[in-house]
């Protein structure tokens, strides 16, 4: 190692064109990483984290199999590597007020009138919130959107869901109108979940009272940047009235025995079917694109009741100016590691030739061949190290000063592409994701943990590979070595 530190302060010029090569092919590959992720990220804003995953519906394109059984599917397949579902339901939680309760009313049904003062033709909404059920919020539009920023707690998370957690997230509003707080409980009514208007209300008007038990636990609560109480014209359509749980709570609440007593009833009066779970939009992740149907025959062959389709979730995000760029720095990023090993190669090729008669006086002395390759290897590891922590520390830098201008770029490049193509998304999106995502970038920690450590990573992988092929050149020239004739002797 002495050795090896003597000749690199000796030979100051080939250690630092060494260093230099090195130091270029490091930093680039981590600021290649860097873009494309940022890229990555960009186009996840615009276009959701279900490209690539299939509708999972009939021929009607309706979904028909219910979580259970999706999860069920994708327990024993290969090729389905995740599973995503949304339902929503208007629903009533007999403990918790929604904003604007009584501002809306609708007429009274015949048979609720007995329940009411006489005379009364109208009465208040009592299906106030919109609960969506999700495997997690994530997939959701004000979610990756940035219209809903979370205040507390955490959203909905997969994690949330496969461990079945009684997990509610509610927005800001709801908890300070009924006073609630992370840790409160409140209860869904079952029946407004599984059930049209008629029997929520009849529920409401205390059929389920002592059934009410399905508790959940405020985990979560949110702020929406859109405010849509004025234009809203039913309470469960303002975006404050929405709540979040994991789909998978509802499968355990459609296998109650007292909700089956209230199930689909044939003529003689007994129930047929449990309270289903289908979700309103169903979706399979695969492994490889190119089984998709060969999976679609598959599972057709289980026999269900109606044929299952599985049709790709259609987005724009492939012709993005995020995807096109990051496709297109990938490429670059995978020829400046072959390029720069090809020039690192070169230069210690004939850095080795130019000390060709030290190489050949060590190995006359009776030095090990072995440990003059290892001697001369050292010195090529010592500044390729050197090159990668000067790489980490400039990566830092450019990190924090380029984040936001590269995002900021990618932004108004979508957004740019989208009035060019006058895309109806444009009015859906508005500024909501880059403020939010603007926010995350000015967090060290964050920027640390999702974009510094997996460029070092790709960076260390690719300099761990290239020593290794340069290890493989100096053994073999090396072992080539005429020791006699090198020091201007004879063999």
Known sequence: MRYALR?????????????????????????????????????????G??????????????????YEAAEYLEKYSEAITKTSAVMERTVSFPDMEYIGKNDYARETFGWERAY????????????????????????????????????EGTAISEKNNADGANKIVISFSVAEKNGLKLGDRVHLDPFSVFSEEEGAVSAYLGFSEEYSAYEYIVGGIYENRENNGVSASLPSE????KVYIPISTLTEMARD???LDFGIRNETGLSEEPPSVIPDRLYFQVNNTGSVKILEKKINEI???EALLLSPYISDAASSPSARLSEIVSLLLVGVIGMGFAVFALTVFFNMKARNRELAVLTALGQKRSCVVLSFFAEICILTFLAFLCGIFLLMGAVVLLAVPISN????????????????????????AQSAATEKLEDFDFLFTRYIIPSTALSALAAVLILLLIFGIVAFYVRKINALSGVGGKE
């Open 49 to 66: 984290p279900l490209d690539g995953a299939y509708h999972v519906t009939d021929s009607a394109y309706t979904p028909f199999l219910s």
């Open 409 to 432: 770029y990618l932004y108004e490049a979508e957004f740019s592409a989208k009035i060019t193509h006058e895309s109806a998304d444009l009015f859906l999106i508005g500024s909501g």
């Open 303 to 305: 026999g269900f009741s």
């Open 116 to 151: 009411l003062p006489i005379g009364t033709a109208q009465t208040a909404y009592h299906e106030g919130f919109l609960l969506c059920a999700v495997t997690s919020m994530d997939i959701l539009k004000e979610v990756y959107g940035g219209d809903l920023v979370m205040t």
């Open 238 to 241: 303002i975006n404050e009235n």
């Open 257 to 259: 025995p007292y909700l």
């Open 7 to 47: 000749n690199i302060v000796r030979l100051k010029t080939r250690s630092f064109l060494s260093f230099a090569i090195a130091f270029a092919i490091l930093f680039l590959s981590m600021l290649g990483v860097l873009t494309v992720r940022l890229c990555e990220d960009n186009r996840e804003r615009f276009f």
